[in-house]
């Protein structure tokens, strides 16, 4: 059902509120309501047609008592009277930091918004879309402003539409996809900064007076050393449990900006969208532009309800096959890095079978001829198999994987090309580099001008060429692994489109991939963490956190990504990193989608019975961890041991993953952690999994316990030296 509302509504009522002050406006104006199960963001239109928000919080039982809200606050006048407003323009009245700016066809680069109509429309019983038209009085300059509401998960999506017909083109100099305004008493802004295999580090500051800002100017991988992910806790820092919070993030792999701004009136403005660093953008009559969209989620319990809030979002409506399954697999990266041939791969894909894994991934350095890829020099671009290593092709492999009854999985990066290639050698011109400027490489390599349809169509066929000679082929690891340095384009006229235009040719490019390959798993890969977000994940079905697999470092990242992301989209492999015992390295590992990157051939008996066991222990209960509720329980920052469990939708099965990560002496679990998640009423048997042949168990899987036990007075799982890491699976009883 769609609901149309013009501006005429307003004209009824508006002059006679031109006689009445803030009251009157507050009670009088036209109300347009966002609501999920427990929040509403009411936005509203002014007696002059301006559109503000009114309010950002808990949803009210009565929707007339929005209309009271304004009444309650007693701040400091509004000078400019767009303080508060839905989507701030830049040019006239406004004071702050604009969420839109433009350069009109005349020069004039001021802008006025004013409102012009509004639909409601009920996608389905959960989503709901309100679409509301904004115009300049002056110049015919509409922006569109839109608004997804997902009811059950308390989450909403926003993202603009700008478009004009002006004599000529026009000049967007800021394009936000969201403007939000909050009326709180004070701010707490965690935010994540890291390099490569150091990903994922919060820093949690109480937002002061002036301007904050989270952005990316690298064009490719702009998370590597800031994510477009963030929390702001509302009047106190927020706990697991306790506390008001938003979780925001940006579905955009390119560059972002994120503002914060702290008001004259201690109220907090929130812009975010792409970064217009760089990107003035030209916009042609009729032409219409779009911004990712901004998405966020706003909990009264804690950091914990709202990521469960996301994690149940993201499966149902974002990442590719979210509600579905993984396969498990042995990776040859740090068995042979580039030192291998088709005899040590058929060694390697015996392993596979033996280990109990669903898939063989082939790393880097498969490809190359005339520059073989032996190193990290060359070759990269020239997507053939060397026929040195592979005489008989990729797709002896895929056949070998079948014989062993395994699948086979090969990284790519296509996006990516040396210069000592015969691809860059062939289209210089598809390469973005400064004319006039040396070239600076990053892991010695270049960006190809995705921007460039004919680069779209090369990165196509890479993908298509390998499924098409290898029907069988399982699993794509796509890499990115370099960022834009001297960034310019000798596609494009307009330079300042670059960063904007690449990102859009790679999401054209993923696109085709998945028209043509719906349902191929594809691990979405840049060093590291470095690109993921849910613009991306809606074409991947799953990520790489960080090239840094130390187990004790993963503890701390995986913790940090389990905020924004569901396990079933962490990919989590077992290596010879760090000096922790194989069973600590497979324990932490399965707190997402397994994998396993060692030589299983090295492996003594015990060590090869260990995670033989512990591929059948994952298969028994990997649902759970992919598609059930986390409670983080212990946080590694504040604690000896981290501790957190998934609980099924019935509250019947859960995992409880512990670790030791103090290891100064006498640490451990001294006192009972409490869980979380479960039925009160319901008896719980605990019994450890994982153990390491030949060990036994402090945990007497025999005694029951409540739940109501279990989550006010706790478990201990035995955490000690020696029993740095516990795994426990939890199940009811009658």
């Known amino acids: 059902m769609i609901i ?26 036209l109300y347009l309501p966002v609501e999920t199960t427990n929040n509403a963001l009411i936005l509203a239109v002014s007696p002059k047609n301006d559109l503000r928000v009114a309010y950002y919080g808990r949803k009210l039982n009565d929707s007339g008592d929005y209309e009271q809200i304004l ?28 969420a839109v700016s433009v350069v009109h066809y005349d020069g004039n680069t001021s802008l006025a918004l004013k409102y012009v109509e509004h639909e409601s429309e009920t996608i389905d019983d959960n989503v709901s879309l309100l679409h ?33 017909n002006e004599k000529k083109s026009v000049r967007l100099t800021k394009f936000a996809s969201g403007n939000l305004y909050f009326r709180n008493a004070q701010y707490y802004l965690t935010q994540y900064q890291g390099d490569w295999a150091k990903e994922m580090n919060p820093e949690t500051s109480l937002l002061t007076h002036g301007l904050k800002t989270l952005d990316s100017k690298l064009g490719t991988r702009a998370n590597l050393f800031q994510p477009s992910v963030f929390m702001v806790a509302m009047d106190q820092p927020a706990t697991e449990t306790e506390g008001t919070v938003l979780f925001g993030a940006m579905e955009w792999s390119g560059n972002f900006k994120i503002d914060f701004e702290l008001d004259y009136r201690d109220n907090l403005r929130l ?69 291998f041939n088709e005899e040590k791969l058929f060694e390697l894909l015996e392993d596979t079978k033996t280990l109990g894994v669903d898939l063989f991934l082939l790393d880097d350095g498969w490809f190359g001829n005339k520059y073989p890829r032996n190193n990290d020099d060359a070759g990269l671009g020239d997507w053939q198999a060397n026929r040195k290593k592979l005489p008989n092709g990729v797709a002896s492999l895929v056949k ?62 890479v993908v298509d060429e390998l499924f098409t000679e290898n029907p069988d082929l399982a699993y794509i690891k796509w890499d990115c692994n370099a960022v834009i340095y001297n960034a310019y384009s000798d596609h494009l006229d307009k330079q300042s489109h670059l960063y904007i235009d690449y990102v859009k040719g790679l999401y054209n490019v993923l696109e085709r991939i998945r028209q043509k390959y719906p349902v191929v798993p594809m691990m979405l890969c840049s060093g590291g963490g470095g690109r993921v977000d849910y613009g ?23 913790w940090e990504y389990s905020y924004f992301y569901p396990s079933i989209s962490v990919s989590n492999h077992v290596t010879e990193w760090g000096k922790q015992p194989l069973k600590f390295r497979v324990d932490v590992a399965m707190m997402g989608k397994l994998g396993f990157d060692i030589v299983i051939g090295d492996l003594e008996g015990n060590d090869l019975k260990f995670v033989q066991g512990a591929v059948k222990n994952y298969d028994e209960v990997k649902d759970i961890i992919w598609h059930g509720d986390l409670f983080r329980l212990s946080d590694p920052k504040e604690e000896a041991v981290a501790s957190l469990m998934y609980i099924d939708e019935s509250k019947d ?17 001294k006192r009972p952690i409490k869980l979380a998640g479960l039925n009160p009423n319901k008896k719980y048997l605990i019994k450890e999994i994982n153990l390491y042949p030949g060990s036994t168990s402090y945990i007497n899987s025999e005694k029951t316990f409540s739940g109501d036990f279990l989550m006010k007075v706790g478990f201990n799982p035995r955490v000690s030296k020696g029993r740095e890491s516990v795994v426990l699976k939890i199940e009811s009883v009658r």
Request: cysteine-free; charged content about 25%.
């Open 71 to 98: 009444t309650q606050y007693n701040q400091t006048g509004d000078y400019s009277e767009v303080l508060d407003a839905a989507y701030t323009p830049a040019g006239t009245q406004n004071l702050m930091e604009p």
């Open 4 to 29: 149309s509302v013009n501006r005429t509504f307003i004209a009824l009522f508006g002059l006679f509120l031109v006689a009445f002050g803030r009251d009157a406006y507050a009670q009088k104006a």
């Open 132 to 164: 509301i038209t904004l115009e300049d009085p002056v110049y015919d300059f509409k922006v569109r402003l839109f608004f997804k509401s997902y009811n059950k998960e308390d989450i909403i999506e926003q993202w603009t539409e700008i478009l004009h």
């Open 653 to 669: 099965q859960g995992i409880i993953f512990n670790y030791l990560v103090n290891n100064r002496y006498d640490q451990g679990s």
């Open 271 to 339: 812009i975010a969208g792409m970064n217009n660093y760089a990107s003035e953008y030209e916009l042609k009559p009729n032409e219409v532009f779009e911004t990712p969209k901004f998405l966020h989620t706003l909990s009264h319990n804690g950091k914990g309800e709202a990521s469960r809030n996301l994690h149940s979002w993201a499966k149902d409506y974002k990442i590719l096959d979210g509600n579905g399954s993984r396969l498990t697999l042995l990776n040859n990266w740090e068995a042979t890095y580039f030192d």
């Open 400 to 461: 070998e994987a079948s014989k062993n009854d395994v699948k086979f999985g090969i990284w790519i990066e296509p996006e990516m090309v040396n210069p000592e290639s015969e691809l860059y050698h062939k289209h210089p011109d598809w390469v973005i580099k400064q004319p006039k400027r040396d070239e600076h490489y990053f892991r010695n390599q270049l960006v190809l001008d995705l921007s460039n349809p004919d680069v779209q169509d090369f990165v196509f066929d």
């Open 536 to 558: 991306a994940l809606q074409y991947f079905t799953e990520f790489w956190p960080s090239d840094n697999t130390d187990p004790m470092e993963r503890i701390f990242m995986q």
